[in-house]
Antibody
């Protein structure tokens, strides 16, 4: 069974850093496209970043230069390093997996990041 | 302001057919596949439609997707109370080099 479990969320002050993890089971992270999608309280979904199976990465303009997506194949885990955090980064962060053009077919339960002083 | 435009709300009565629209541009819907997701409050989204009109295994055939030009739509037939949820469209955007979502449509079953 495919499962994604995010950890690492919490309360952080503006300007701080946080690293989110997404542990995968039932499939190999390096074989799929893996994304982070966030949802601010009461708002819609916002795509954050993707890492392709070949290692290519893309970022939303809102996080470019501040966030870094990566994976550890030996741990079958996806990461999101978030630096220079802003109040507007407050959201539930989901990791999601997809095969090319098949959509986000598996999602984690989400982890809440709150940026506040 | 979302790159893909959806109506903020939609409604219907049980048994009715409801459609939710998603409008984009040549750089996203016009040249890439459209996906639809459903989200219940407090839970993760779930994939309903991929590649414009394909249903994943386990998704009811009451859900169907279509695309024409730079617009797409999700149709739900035989509306049920359990269809009350938020619905999002998504596509890749070539200009932004990223995935874009619609703002979401809250479906109410009257």
């Amino acid at each position: 069974e495919v499962q994604l479990v995010e950890t690492g969320g919490g309360l952080i002050q503006p300007g701080g850093s946080l690293r989110l993890s997404c542990a995968a089971s039932g499939f190999t992270v390096s074989s799929n496209y893996m994304s982070w999608v966030r949802q601010a309280p009461g708002k819609g979904l916002e795509w954050v970043s993707v890492i392709y199976s070949g290692g290519t990465t893309y970022y939303a303009d809102s996080v470019k230069g501040r966030f870094t997506i990566s994976r550890d194949n030996s741990k079958n885990t996806l990461y999101l390093q978030m630096n220079s955090l802003r109040v507007e980064d407050t959201a539930v962060y989901y990791c999601a997996s997809e095969q090319p053009t098949s959509g986000f077919d598996s999602w984690g339960q989400g982890t809440l990041v709150t940026v506040s002083s | 302001q979302s790159v893909l435009t959806q109506p903020p709300s939609a409604s219907g009565t049980p048994g009715q057919r409801v459609t939710i629209s998603c409008s984009g541009s040549s750089s996203n819907i016009g040249s890439n596949y459209v996906y639809w997701y459903r989200q219940f409050p407090g839970t993760a989204p779930k994939l309903l439609i991929y590649r414009n009109n394909q249903r994943p295994s386990g998704v009811s055939d009451r859900f169907s997707g279509s695309k024409s030009g730079t617009s797409a739509s999700l149709a739900i037939s035989g509306l049920r109370s359990e269809d009350e949820a938020d619905y999002y469209c998504a596509a890749w955007d070539d200009s932004l080099s990223g995935r874009v979502f619609g703002g979401g449509t809250k479906l109410t079953v009257l």
